[in-house]
């Protein structure tokens, strides 16, 4: 009978600590910031490991201590208004002393205290814009936080605390994840401080080591990214999930209060929506589903969001890109002179694209290639959730469409500085790229041909699906096999694109080289295909639409190809020849068997064991040395 009582005790203990999760403490660290307290506290932490303290509370002091420039704290900051972290930045971002949080304080009622560290040498430049390295948040409660709780928002306004338990987890599909799955384990758990004015309130105080960098192309990146990977079937997709949901609960209140801080303005404005809507579905909460959309500006209405502001459509009911910030705020438009770079304004005729204009900037391939995972991520759970219907911005849709349609907008010339503008979404090892391919590209990726593959509705069923070729310069049913009417998302008539094809290649931690070097090639034409890996890492085989363990391999351009290549650790590479071989593979593979014995050998079910079987066990056990 003691065993029994035993086991009732140590669940009991287990429901009270799953319940409360809260400790004694009289200091917290997280981060590199430790605040101290008076005495011994409860304490306790959110779903995302940011901590909570019972109050009143009186904090002694914070480390790193303020230096009389750096190491600021602040508490409940209002968006959009002055900051006190850091003097360095006061001619971009204006420094405000009387808000800065002095030591020892005691704190009552909800609040949050945001204590930063700085760059031990800052002097603004673009390689070093924000003036904060790292940024924790603590938040003071008046009564102990039952576990599984998301921090409330940072900002000031009402506090809400929302649970794990309000979270509809079902509403994610569990897709099979590729091969090249960004690591983001180490991304989005700092608060992103992005609460400041427009532009450089939204770079210069955001903690740069949880991103690498606190330029806004980098967020939106990141919330594309994350976004996609909580789709697939991935180990800590759970976590991930909350990552993002709690970006969202921070977002909304500032998108409340922060006026026109995160309109469309060169590179900024953008991944801040898509975060707020995301929480909304997933917690089911209306007012995150319908965050404010427009800016009372003096001139006119603008969009609030950067995604929404730039994509609108012409007289032709074309789909462009540009910003009437300047017209909303100044009451002049392109090809005005006074248009500046940053501004990208639209043209007011809607004929050209704002790199065109005079004095035009080139901001269109930095913010357009970031948007591309929250796109595919809102459009898969669009039959679920109606996510396309609450983001309420078809152009910005129909403008992604069509820029991973146009390689010539992706090189634009500017391949020396924008080295990662090849392909849709511009991540490097080409994730959202592949995801894009596979799930908005021709297969269909709601398994029905209904408009997604050209902008119109075909009818028809999904095998039929075909890039859209655009071969006679018509969409009259080259394109899907089917006739859909209409016209061209752009004018391929007389340029030569009925015998060009698209070849596009993704390479995780590794690179390929083309000969020819170039991404449209004629019919017929024979391409050579070289994989290099990355230092410590080694070929193992090609994938997509050609499959080979040959290098350099052949390839024959007789359609538009995605082909994949693959890369392992070299740590396998038993004959020393920088490369992951069929004898590495063989030797993989005898100690996949001494360690797993009842492990089958056959790992792709055809009933025998081949060599792709050796490639599996490579890329499986070949990352795990």
Partial sequence: MKKPKLFLVLIALVFYSAAVSAAMASSISQYGITWTFDQEYETGQFVNGDYWVLGPVTVTSVTPVWDGNKNGSMLDPVPGADQSYDTRINDWYRYNDSTRVRFPTTINGIKSLISVRGVDNYNYSSSQKSAVHSAAVLTIVNEAVPAGTFRPAFVAGSKTFYGTSQVNYGLLPNLPAPPNVPDLSGVMKMPWLYHGPKTFGEELIFPFSDTGSPYPLTQTKLVSRMSLVILLDVPNKRELTDRLIQLGIDNYPMALQNKNAWVAD???????????????????????????????????????????????????????????????????????????????????????????????????????????????????????????????????????????????WWVNNSTAYYSDIYGYGGDGDGFMTYMWNLYRGPTCYDQIQNGDETGVDCGGSCPVCVVDSCLNGIQDGDETGVDCGGSCSYDCAGQGLDQNFLLQITALNGSVSRSPDKLVYSSGELVSLTAVPNSNYGFVSWGGDVNSIQNPVAITTDSNKTINAFFSLVCFDRTNDSEVNIFDLVFVAIQMFSQNPDLGADLDADLSVTISDLVLMGIEFGSKC
């Fill in 266 to 408: 060169g590179g900024y404005g953008g991944g801040h929506k898509w975060p707020i809507l995301f929480a909304g579905i997933m917690l089911d909460d209306s007012a995150m589903k319908s965050p404010p959309q427009f800016y009372a500006a003096p001139y006119a209405p603008i969009y609030k969001f950067a995604e929404d502001g730039y994509p609108f459509y012409n007289q032709q009911n074309r789909v462009m890109f540009g910003t009437n910030q300047c017209w909303a705020f100044y009451g002049y438009q392109a090809p005005d002179p006074r248009c500046s770079s940053n501004c990208m304004c639209r043209d007011g005729a809607g004929q050209q694209y704002p790199e065109d204009l005079p004095g035009g900037g080139h901001y269109r391939f930095i913010t357009s290639l970031a948007w591309v995972g929250e796109v595919l991520a809102s459009r898969i759970l669009n039959q679920t959730t109606g996510a396309m219907t609450l983001w309420n911005q078809p152009a910005f849709y129909d403008y992604t469409d069509e820029w991973t349609t146009r390689p010539d």
